[in-house]
């Protein structure tokens, strides 16, 4: 027990010092502004895909329904949110890992590598995401499948294909590309089964796992039913997300995945996760159990491939594979006395939030987020000053845009909040919806976030669409300019007397 609070604690140190939403950081990312943006909505009334647009699946957005219903107003309620899953993932990873070192404080320093190394920069993008929060359930997965081996039975408890088969219910409403290492899970146990003739018990998982499926997708299904989102939801997160990954040959998409500076430490990751498989491969595990890991990594990696893009968030549920390397560098480490053990868990603390880079970009670095949280912030108090006005914001771009909603403590109206990162020519219904909306006079305030200096100084604010002189006119005749710095401005439409 004394094992499990004391990883709990480090969680939540972690997620104070490491993720956005945290009080101490102030800064939610692109995608969590946005995801939380649309939590905030479902408190308010609002119905995902049908009201408020994005493409992503349900049960996140019912996660930032539930940090939102905590605090609509402040980032704190998904804050704890975060907290408890850094808890649940901790707990997992020490169950997992216990299973390949008897020695509990090697345990916890694995345990704080693995943490440490799926909190990085790169991949873990300030928390409240898809990836993030998948983690958890493939985590759950490998712990069940552990379990499996460790009974040294041949026959599969339907109990845990249950069990499976909601996790990839879940998934495939957070982000269905990430289901695809639950393949390995059922061609090896479903091969295992027919094999040694276990034909009773291989129907009998087959059910129990498309039990737990259903079960799983049941409540955001039933949810769109009744809320009549469910030709929305198939638009924007299965027709769009079409639109969005391309037509590449998958050549195409893993040089995409591994280009620049990230795409470079992508791929050292990748080779380190590659080393981790070998390893295991070279353990004392059952063969079936090495067969599955392989193809677990290689269908997982696959599935990141798919998107086409060099996104390192992709690449954090992906983590999982790296236990046999954290596990075979701990067991060989000499660390058997008291100065050594707490030297150990000082570094690998400090290298975690360190290479997390959240809390030194907010203590010493004057980065651009600092900038924008700033201008949000005096945003906030400027719309809170102004009783007269009806409530309509929009805030323009796909820079962190919708964090400015949950600091001016308003609901967007419009349902594309923001413009999704597609080509205007592939998908131009965003960029139009703000063009009507600012040339039709339906907001009280517009934010309008322009991709750097340079395009603010040139007056492109929509530079992908030929009406952009024409909205950068009106905004100027009819609004007011209260408030800019040096990549957006606080536009506040003139009062009629």
């Known amino acids: 027990m004394g094992t499990i609070l004391f990883l709990c604690a480090y969680s939540f140190l972690l997620t104070f010092l490491c993720t956005g939403s945290s009080p101490f950081i102030n800064y939610m990312g692109i995608d969590s502004s946005v995801f939380f943006t649309i939590g905030r909505g479902m408190v308010a009334g609002k119905v995902p895909y049908l009201d408020l647009f994005d493409h992503k699946g349900l049960y996140l957005?019912?996660?930032?329904?539930?940090?939102?219903?905590?605090?609509?107003?402040?980032?704190?309620?998904?804050?704890?949110?975060?907290?408890?899953?850094?808890?649940i993932n901790s707990i997992l990873f020490y169950k997992i890992?216990?299973?390949?070192?008897?020695?509990?404080?090697?345990?916890?320093?694995?345990?704080?590598?693995?943490?440490?190394?799926?909190?990085?920069?790169?991949?873990?993008?300030?928390?409240?995401?898809?990836?993030?929060?998948?983690?958890?359930?493939?985590?759950?997965?490998?712990f069940l499948v552990t379990r499996y081996y460790q009974s040294e039975q041949v026959k599969h408890s339907p109990v845990l294909m249950?069990?499976?088969?909601?996790?990839?219910?879940?998934?495939?409403?957070?982000?269905?590309?990430?289901?695809?290492?639950?393949?390995?899970?059922?061609?090896?146990?479903g091969w295992r089964l027919f094999s040694h003739k276990e034909y009773k018990n291989?129907?009998?998982?087959?059910?129990?796992?498309?039990?737990?499926?259903?079960?799983?997708?049941?409540?955001?299904?039933?949810?769109m039913i009744f809320t009549g989102s469910l030709n929305a939801m198939i638009d924007s997160y299965i027709s769009f997300n079409m639109l969005y990954i391309g037509k590449e040959s998958l050549f195409t998409r893993i040089l995409h995945t591994y280009a620049d500076y990230t795409g470079i430490m992508m791929l050292f990751l990748t080779f380190l996760m590659t080393l981790s498989v070998i390893i295991f491969c070279k353990s004392n595990n059952k063969r079936s159990m090495k067969v599955m890991f392989v193809l677990a990594y290689v269908l997982s990696l696959l599935s990141v491939f798919v998107a086409g893009r060099n996104a390192a968030h992709y690449f954090e549920p992906l983590m999982l594979y790296l236990i046999p390397l954290v596990v075979y560098s701990v067991e060989r480490a000499q660390i058997n006395c008291t100065y050594k053990k707490l030297g150990a868990i000082c570094v690998i603390f400090v290298l975690t939030v360190g290479l997390n880079g959240r809390t030194p970009t907010r203590?010493?670095?004057?980065?651009?987020?600092?900038?924008?949280?700033?201008?949000?912030?005096?945003?906030?108090?400027?719309?809170?000053?102004?009783?007269?006005?009806?409530?309509?914001?929009?805030?323009?771009?796909?820079w962190p845009t919708a964090?400015?909603?949950?600091?001016?403590?308003?609901?967007?109206?419009?349902?594309?909040?923001?413009?999704?990162?597609?080509?205007?020519?592939?998908?131009?219904?965003a960029v139009d919806a703000h063009v009507y909306s600012i040339l039709n006079d339906e907001n009280d305030v517009v934010i309008a976030n322009y991709a750097g200096q340079s395009q603010k100084d040139n007056g492109l604010l929509l530079s992908n669409t030929p009406r952009n002189n024409e909205v950068i006119s009106h905004l100027a005749k009819n609004y007011d300019l209260i408030l800019e710095d040096y990549e957006r401005q606080m536009w506040v439409r003139k009062r009629k007397d």
């Not at 291989?202 to 949810?223: C, H, Q």
């Open 61 to 87: 957005y019912f996660i930032n329904y539930l940090g939102a219903l905590l605090s609509s107003d402040t980032s704190i309620g998904i804050f704890f949110v975060e907290c408890c899953f850094m808890c």
């Open 202 to 223: 291989f129907v009998a998982n087959i059910f129990a796992g498309l039990m737990g499926l259903i079960v799983g997708l049941a409540p955001p299904i039933v949810y």
């Open 363 to 398: 203590l010493f670095i004057n980065a651009r987020s600092k900038d924008y949280v700033r201008f949000a912030e005096k945003a906030g108090k400027i719309w809170g000053a102004m009783k007269h006005q009806t409530g309509a914001v929009l805030s323009t771009g796909d």
């Open 97 to 142: 890992v216990k299973t390949f070192i008897r020695d509990t404080f090697k345990c916890v320093v694995s345990v704080m590598l693995i943490v440490g190394i799926t909190l990085n920069y790169l991949n873990h993008e300030g928390g409240n995401n898809t990836e993030f929060y998948s983690l958890t359930f493939q985590l759950i997965a490998f």
């Open 403 to 429: 964090l400015l909603y949950t600091k001016m403590n308003v609901i967007p109206s419009e349902r594309y909040f923001y413009h999704p990162m597609i080509s205007y020519d592939i998908y131009p219904y």
């Open 162 to 189: 249950f069990i499976h088969g909601i996790c990839v219910g879940v998934v495939l409403f957070l982000r269905a590309n990430m289901v695809a290492m639950w393949g390995a899970v059922a061609i090896v146990i």
